[in-house]
């Protein structure tokens, strides 16, 4: 039998649950046997419950004053659709807390992308492995990033961030989350070193010192090894990725080698592999970080 369920003026991350209360036992009478009230309810909140009487049905993003429809693209839900990636299974097959969200956001324009910029090809990839990772694309820079193991910027040659947006990035890095800045050749027109130069200075205002990966950085060996980067520079070249305290710089293309082009030409399978494997290493290093600033 369907429900009904009204969400009111509410707007914001909005998570739909059903949950189960039982009452302490009541009695009728002095005489009469005590019995227990029990009910399940459905019910809306801006944050989860963290107990085990709560079952969560969907996640919406709204905005104030919109209507709420079922997602278009069930991967890819945008703001005010109906988001049931997350839901609670029965039985259980993963624990929530081993799901994977990657925010793709746009430094100033957004651009005209498809899959969520290679990401959500990248989680297609690894849901097929048998991880549980998910992508929400266009997501604001905003305050409320603290829900995504991974930040994924992508820029052009006239990226910029205004202060709110600074702030939000650096309260994330802050909280334990990494954040993947990145332009795409296959998105512009102008020199990617513009774009890169643009993450180096964010990168120096925010005073985190980031270099190339060395031997034994996890970044480059787990879980996969790496000793040639996907997209790797000729010789004498300047390195394509810089890491640091939970910012990695990268000019590799990883989003056009996860759909399988660069400069708008096809790549071989061997080059997209690599890729969706490097970017398994970048979610498991953002995963890991995560745990361990938020472990104190």
């Not at 890819?76 to 929530?96: A, C, G, H, S, Y």
């Not at 807390?97 to 925010?103: E, H, L, V």
Request: glycine share 8%; hydrophobic share 35%; charged share 25%.
């Amino acid at each position: 039998e369907a429900i009904n369920f009204d969400f009111g003026s509410t707007f914001g991350k909005l998570f739909l649950m059903l949950t189960y209360g039982e009452s302490r036992p009541i009695q009728d009478d002095e005489d009469a046997p005590a019995y227990i009230a029990a009910q399940f309810s459905i019910e809306s909140g801006t944050a989860l419950q963290k107990n085990a009487s709560c079952i969560v049905l969907a996640e919406i993003n709204r905005e104030r004053g919109e209507a709420i429809q079922n997602a278009a693209n069930s991967e890819l839900p945008v703001m005010n659709e109906i988001d049931l990636r997350f839901r609670d299974e029965i039985p259980p097959n993963q624990d929530r807390a081993d799901t994977t969200r990657i925010a793709v956001c746009y430094a100033g324009e957004r651009l005209i992308t498809k899959n969520g910029h290679g990401a959500s090809r990248l989680a297609r990839a690894l849901r097929h492995s048998g991880k549980r990772v998910w992508v929400d694309d266009d997501t604001p820079i905003t305050n409320g990033l603290e829900n995504y193991s991974l930040v994924y910027l992508v820029g052009k040659e006239d990226a910029k961030l205004n202060r709110e947006e600074m702030n939000a990035i650096y309260a994330y890095i802050q909280q334990g989350g990494t954040v993947l800045m990145e332009n795409c050749t296959s998105d512009q027109k102008g020199k990617p070193e513009e774009i890169i130069g643009f993450y180096m200075e964010l990168a120096a205002s925010y005073g985190i010192q980031i270099e190339e990966p060395r031997s034994g950085d996890p970044l480059v060996e787990e879980p996969h090894l790496f000793t040639i980067l996907p997209g790797s520079p000729e010789a004498g070249q300047a390195p394509k990725i810089l890491a640091g305290n939970g910012l990695i710089v990268s000019s590799l293309d990883l989003g056009c080698l996860w759909q399988g082009e660069r400069d708008g030409s096809p790549v071989s399978r061997e080059e997209i592999r690599s890729a969706v494997e490097f970017g398994e290493n970048i979610l498991l290093y953002a995963d890991n970080r995560k745990c361990k600033v938020q472990a104190g």
